[in-house]
């Protein structure tokens, strides 16, 4: 019998400013022909708006039509990607939002109801409309044209509408749902994807590759070789990634001392954090949350990552 021709799918990593908890791709970029991309996934939750156009959301293992008004609603880590209909030209606009930053600062004295609302939001992706969904018909339009033409008070314009948008999707994820376990077949994928979420709920402790390879039950050099081949950087790179995005939190938002932080975001030494800092962000961790306090639209004040998203 002939072997399944595995599918190629890519990992696509965003950059998010400090100070908000969001970024918009809009405009003459997202009209084109959607199909030729890949499979892929991301780090941070996507909403997409379909403005015009129509075509087939392949959602892991379900293929979903859309068209004009749809709305989308990816979780990070779940494959997915978009095909239109053959010479016709297609126009979307997206939002990627950091869901756990936001939430966690906005519940920041209730943890318990802020994973709550985590769980409900990452539990599945599924596509909507306005005349099934007015509400979040209007509270991503309205964020959306927000980012746009980025008026007087827009921030804090965005922040209100995103927390009812995100209320507003979780009441659409009931509490007794259950997450999928698997979205796609590629066991290779889904267990890379299992690593992912320990990663991000394990970053503070040590990870030893052997560890993510026992989650995956492959051999340490099978483990690394595939992972590397689906995200494009090492094991031990990716959690070095992980854990610097985290310090850059901390160093925007606290004062705390840069041994400390080090400490909390999983790195024993406070040289060996530097060291990572510099390679990831490529200045040192004091000047960097110098620029992070500075202007709002100062590159320094984003997270910076080596894998590209688009």
């Not at 095909?83 to 869901?99: A, M, P, Q």
């Not at 409309?129 to 033409?149: K, Q």
């Not at 503070?204 to 595939?226: D, N, Y």
């Amino acid at each position: 019998m002939k072997k399944k021709e595995k599918e190629y799918v890519e990992f696509r990593y965003y950059e998010i400013p400090q100070r908000v908890p969001l970024i918009a791709l809009m405009g003459e970029r997202w009209v084109t022909r959607y199909g030729s991309d890949p499979m892929h996934f991301h780090n941070y939750m996507e909403i997409g708006y379909c403005c015009y156009g129509e075509g087939v959301m392949h959602l892991g293992k379900e293929d979903v039509r859309y068209g004009e008004g749809t709305i989308t609603v990816i979780p990070k880590n779940f494959p997915h990607h978009t095909t239109g209909r053959d010479e016709v030209f297609d126009s979307w606009e997206y939002l990627f939002i950091d869901t756990e930053r936001f939430l966690k600062t906005v519940y920041a004295d209730k943890p318990v109801y802020a994973n709550t609302v985590l769980e409900r939001l990452h539990s599945r992706m599924f596509l909507t409309s306005r005349e099934e969904a007015p509400e979040i018909d209007a509270l991503v339009r309205v964020i959306l044209n927000e980012m746009r033409n980025k008026e007087e008070f827009y921030l804090e314009s965005v922040q209100g509408c995103l927390l009812t948008l995100l209320l507003q999707i979780a009441r659409m994820n009931p509490a007794d749902s259950v997450p999928e376990a698997k979205v796609i077949d590629d066991g290779c994928l889904n267990s890379i994807l299992a690593v992912l979420d320990y990663i991000e709920k394990h970053y503070q402790e040590e990870i030893k590759v052997g560890q993510l390879a026992q989650i995956c039950h492959m051999s340490e050099t099978h483990f690394r070789r595939v992972f590397t081949e689906y995200m494009n950087t090492s094991p031990a790179e990716y959690v070095n990634l992980v854990r610097i995005e985290r310090a850059c939190e901390f160093l925007a938002k606290s004062d705390e001392r840069l041994e400390d932080i080090a400490v909390k975001v999983g790195f024993q030494a406070s040289a060996t954090f530097i060291r990572n800092f510099k390679k990831i962000v490529g200045t040192a961790p004091h000047q960097w949350r110098s620029a992070a306090r500075g202007k709002e639209d100062n590159p320094s004040n984003y997270n910076v990552s080596v894998l590209k998203g688009w």
